[in-house]
């Protein structure tokens, strides 16, 4: 490889897969805030996030963990409290030239990791790509099944009774074996 050249993907742009750097996923702090916004932001305008405030983003950074690789924030997520059994996993996104590089799967895996650590029962997530969740465990559920998420966000959604994302669920709370003995945990 041509060591004056950076590697880039498809997209011309620096491939995080091709650096010696490692990469990092750590919680947010407030100077993540704008680079945080502007993630969520380009993908609302894709359709695939609901909006964000960068105000609300600010209230709510020490929820954020974000994945980044030579001090430039690649990707994030958030993990928010709906209720004392239930915590969501949102604004989950990678910038638009590193996807497919295992860094959304990383922070998905964090945050469920954290989820854990913090004793969290159960953990759901709304999406338009549910694979990598499926991949690691959680299941599609009816949205009904989320009144939580429902009174919280889904009412006051443009998109309410017309939602076309999936939602999806994982019990933490479960243990190994699961309530019948059959159940998988991550």
Do not use: Y
Request: hydrophobic fraction near 40%; aromatic fraction near 4%; charged fraction near 20%.
């Amino acid at each position: 490889m041509d060591p004056t050249r950076t590697p880039t993907t498809r997209h011309g742009i620096r491939d995080p897969a091709a650096t010696t750097a490692p990469l990092e996923i750590r919680p947010a702090g407030r100077p993540d805030v704008t680079a945080i916004s502007r993630l969520v932001t380009a993908n609302v305008g894709l359709g695939h996030l609901l909006p964000r405030t960068p105000e609300e983003i600010e209230r709510h950074v020490s929820r954020f963990l974000v994945a980044t690789l030579d001090n430039t924030v690649l990707g994030c997520g958030e993990l928010a409290p709906l209720s004392e059994r239930l915590s969501e996993i949102r604004s989950l996104v990678v910038a638009a030239g590193s996807r497919g590089t295992g860094i959304g799967t990383a922070v998905l895996a964090a945050l469920v990791a954290g989820a854990r650590r913090q004793g969290v029962p159960r953990l759901c997530a709304f999406t338009h790509v549910p694979h990598p969740f499926v991949a690691i465990g959680f299941s599609i559920v009816p949205h009904t099944w989320l009144p939580e998420k429902i009174m919280t966000d889904c009412q006051g959604c443009e998109w309410f009774r017309r939602c076309e994302q999936t939602a999806v669920v994982i019990e933490l709370g479960w243990g190994q074996s699961g309530p019948r003995g059959t159940a998988r945990t991550i």
